[in-house]
Protein backbone atom coordinates (compact mmCIF):
# COMPACT_ATOMS: atom_id res chain seq x y z
CA UNK A 1 0.00 0.00 0.00
CA UNK A 2 2.94 2.00 1.16
CA UNK A 3 4.83 1.95 -2.88
CA UNK A 4 1.22 2.96 -4.27
CA UNK A 5 0.58 5.48 -2.49
CA UNK A 6 4.38 7.02 -3.29
CA UNK A 7 3.85 6.09 -6.91
CA UNK A 8 0.44 7.99 -6.93
CA UNK A 9 2.61 11.20 -5.53
CA UNK A 10 5.45 10.75 -8.17
CA UNK A 11 2.86 11.05 -10.82
CA UNK A 12 0.81 13.87 -9.31
CA UNK A 13 3.92 15.79 -9.36
CA UNK A 14 4.57 14.70 -12.61
CA UNK A 15 1.48 16.24 -13.98
CA UNK A 16 1.58 18.60 -12.00
CA UNK A 17 5.13 19.88 -13.44
CA UNK A 18 4.08 18.87 -16.60
CA UNK A 19 0.98 20.98 -16.40
CA UNK A 20 2.72 24.41 -15.24
CA UNK A 21 1.62 23.82 -11.96
CA UNK A 22 3.38 22.89 -8.82
CA UNK A 23 6.77 24.26 -9.44
CA UNK A 24 6.30 27.39 -7.51
CA UNK A 25 6.59 28.33 -4.38
CA UNK A 26 5.42 30.83 -3.24
CA UNK A 27 1.73 31.06 -1.73
CA UNK A 28 -1.19 31.01 -3.76
CA UNK A 29 -2.13 33.35 -5.39
CA UNK A 30 1.50 35.07 -5.34
CA UNK A 31 4.33 33.64 -8.27
CA UNK A 32 8.02 34.22 -8.03
CA UNK A 33 9.20 37.17 -10.43
CA UNK A 34 12.87 37.15 -12.24
CA UNK A 35 14.31 38.25 -9.10
CA UNK A 36 13.00 35.57 -6.82
CA UNK A 37 10.63 36.86 -5.01
CA UNK A 38 7.13 35.99 -4.07
CA UNK A 39 4.43 38.92 -5.76
CA UNK A 40 0.87 38.79 -5.34
CA UNK A 41 -1.47 39.89 -7.96
CA UNK A 42 -2.54 43.77 -7.02
CA UNK A 43 -5.80 42.85 -6.86
CA UNK A 44 -8.13 39.38 -6.23
CA UNK A 45 -9.22 39.26 -9.57
CA UNK A 46 -8.92 40.58 -13.15
CA UNK A 47 -5.07 40.07 -13.35
CA UNK A 48 -3.51 36.26 -15.06
CA UNK A 49 0.30 35.68 -14.36
CA UNK A 50 2.88 35.97 -17.72
CA UNK A 51 5.14 33.06 -17.10
CA UNK A 52 7.40 34.48 -19.87
CA UNK A 53 7.48 38.46 -18.05
CA UNK A 54 7.71 36.94 -15.16
CA UNK A 55 4.96 39.66 -14.18
CA UNK A 56 1.06 39.87 -13.30
CA UNK A 57 -0.85 41.59 -16.62
CA UNK A 58 -4.29 43.03 -15.61
CA UNK A 59 -7.28 41.37 -18.03
CA UNK A 60 -9.02 43.86 -21.35
CA UNK A 61 -10.94 45.88 -19.70
CA UNK A 62 -9.42 45.61 -15.75
CA UNK A 63 -9.01 49.91 -15.13
CA UNK A 64 -5.16 50.40 -13.46
CA UNK A 65 -4.13 53.21 -11.41
CA UNK A 66 -1.20 54.17 -10.23
CA UNK A 67 1.27 53.92 -12.66
CA UNK A 68 5.28 54.51 -12.13
CA UNK A 69 7.91 56.15 -13.20
CA UNK A 70 11.02 54.09 -14.52
CA UNK A 71 14.18 55.24 -12.91
CA UNK A 72 16.02 57.31 -15.18
CA UNK A 73 18.75 54.22 -15.64
CA UNK A 74 16.36 52.71 -17.79
CA UNK A 75 17.16 53.32 -21.17
CA UNK A 76 16.08 50.56 -23.26
CA UNK A 77 13.00 47.81 -24.04
CA UNK A 78 14.61 44.93 -22.25
CA UNK A 79 17.87 46.27 -20.33
CA UNK A 80 18.66 45.12 -17.01
CA UNK A 81 17.07 47.85 -15.37
CA UNK A 82 13.77 47.34 -17.38
CA UNK A 83 13.85 43.34 -16.37
CA UNK A 84 14.23 44.53 -12.54
CA UNK A 85 11.26 47.03 -13.13
CA UNK A 86 9.00 44.63 -14.25
CA UNK A 87 9.74 42.24 -11.46
CA UNK A 88 9.28 45.11 -8.95
CA UNK A 89 6.30 46.25 -10.23
CA UNK A 90 7.12 49.81 -11.38
CA UNK A 91 5.95 49.00 -15.35
CA UNK A 92 2.54 47.60 -15.69
CA UNK A 93 1.19 45.62 -18.08
CA UNK A 94 -1.89 45.34 -19.80
CA UNK A 95 -3.45 42.77 -21.92
CA UNK A 96 -4.87 43.57 -25.34
CA UNK A 97 -6.06 41.42 -28.19
CA UNK A 98 -3.53 43.76 -30.52
CA UNK A 99 -1.70 41.71 -33.57
CA UNK A 100 1.52 43.33 -35.15
CA UNK A 101 2.90 41.20 -37.76
CA UNK A 102 0.97 38.39 -36.99
CA UNK A 103 1.82 38.26 -33.02
CA UNK A 104 -0.16 39.04 -30.02
CA UNK A 105 0.94 41.82 -27.76
CA UNK A 106 0.30 42.78 -24.33
CA UNK A 107 1.34 46.54 -23.85
CA UNK A 108 3.98 48.20 -21.06
CA UNK A 109 2.76 51.62 -19.39
CA UNK A 110 4.82 53.65 -17.32
CA UNK A 111 5.89 57.32 -16.48
CA UNK A 112 9.42 58.61 -17.47
CA UNK A 113 9.62 62.02 -16.02
CA UNK A 114 8.39 65.32 -16.67
CA UNK A 115 6.97 66.31 -20.49
CA UNK A 116 8.22 70.08 -18.89
CA UNK A 117 4.54 71.35 -18.43
CA UNK A 118 4.43 70.59 -15.19
CA UNK A 119 3.11 66.65 -15.70
CA UNK A 120 4.87 63.32 -16.10
CA UNK A 121 5.23 62.07 -19.60
CA UNK A 122 3.76 58.41 -20.09
CA UNK A 123 4.99 55.77 -22.62
CA UNK A 124 2.86 52.67 -23.58
CA UNK A 125 4.91 50.02 -25.20
CA UNK A 126 3.24 47.01 -27.16
CA UNK A 127 4.98 43.84 -26.50
CA UNK A 128 5.33 40.86 -28.36
CA UNK A 129 3.16 38.20 -26.06
CA UNK A 130 5.51 35.24 -26.56
CA UNK A 131 9.03 37.55 -25.89
CA UNK A 132 10.20 39.06 -22.24
CA UNK A 133 10.46 42.34 -24.10
CA UNK A 134 10.73 42.79 -27.91
CA UNK A 135 7.96 44.96 -29.56
CA UNK A 136 8.50 45.67 -33.02
CA UNK A 137 9.64 49.26 -32.69
CA UNK A 138 12.42 49.35 -34.26
CA UNK A 139 14.24 51.99 -32.27
CA UNK A 140 14.35 50.36 -28.37
CA UNK A 141 14.85 52.95 -26.75
CA UNK A 142 12.16 53.94 -23.84
CA UNK A 143 12.04 57.23 -24.66
CA UNK A 144 10.41 55.83 -28.20
CA UNK A 145 7.79 54.81 -26.58
CA UNK A 146 3.91 56.42 -27.34
CA UNK A 147 3.78 59.63 -25.55
CA UNK A 148 0.67 61.22 -23.58
CA UNK A 149 0.71 62.90 -20.46
CA UNK A 150 -1.22 63.39 -17.36
CA UNK A 151 -2.75 60.41 -17.11
CA UNK A 152 -4.79 59.35 -14.63
CA UNK A 153 -5.49 55.91 -15.22
CA UNK A 154 -5.61 53.29 -18.27
CA UNK A 155 -6.29 49.66 -19.25
CA UNK A 156 -6.22 47.64 -22.21
CA UNK A 157 -8.86 47.13 -24.84
CA UNK A 158 -9.54 44.77 -27.95
CA UNK A 159 -7.33 47.54 -29.91
CA UNK A 160 -4.87 48.30 -27.60
CA UNK A 161 -5.00 50.63 -24.49
CA UNK A 162 -7.07 53.13 -22.92
CA UNK A 163 -6.24 56.21 -21.05
CA UNK A 164 -7.56 59.09 -19.09
CA UNK A 165 -5.77 62.67 -19.37
CA UNK A 166 -7.52 64.79 -16.94
CA UNK A 167 -6.05 67.82 -19.87
CA UNK A 168 -7.10 65.79 -22.87
CA UNK A 169 -10.05 63.32 -21.74
CA UNK A 170 -9.98 59.92 -22.80
CA UNK A 171 -7.77 58.50 -25.89
CA UNK A 172 -6.56 55.18 -26.70
CA UNK A 173 -3.94 53.84 -28.54
CA UNK A 174 -3.77 51.05 -31.14
CA UNK A 175 -2.03 49.55 -33.93
CA UNK A 176 -3.90 50.83 -37.61
CA UNK A 177 -2.34 47.95 -39.59
CA UNK A 178 0.90 50.32 -40.31
CA UNK A 179 2.36 51.52 -36.99
CA UNK A 180 0.12 52.85 -33.93
CA UNK A 181 -1.92 55.55 -34.01
CA UNK A 182 -3.74 57.32 -31.15
CA UNK A 183 -7.73 58.43 -31.16
CA UNK A 184 -10.09 60.17 -28.80
CA UNK A 185 -12.53 58.05 -27.25
CA UNK A 186 -15.82 58.44 -25.13
CA UNK A 187 -14.95 59.15 -21.31
CA UNK A 188 -15.23 57.29 -18.93
CA UNK A 189 -12.76 54.50 -20.69
Same mark, same amino acid.
Given at each position: MRSLTLVAAV???????????? +? /??????????SLGTCTSPPA? &???????ITKAWVADVGVLVVGLNTLPAECLTVGDACWKESTANGTIK????????? +? *??NKWAGFFIGSSGVGSWALRMIPIFLDTEADTYIT /????????? &? &???? /???? &??? +?? *?????????????FD?????? *??ISCPI
Open positions: LMSVLLLACGGG +G /DTCPAPAMTNA &SGYNWDNYFASNTVIN +G *RK /DKTIAAGFI &S &SAIV /DAKG &SQD +GV *RVTSPRIGCGEFFGAGIGT *RT
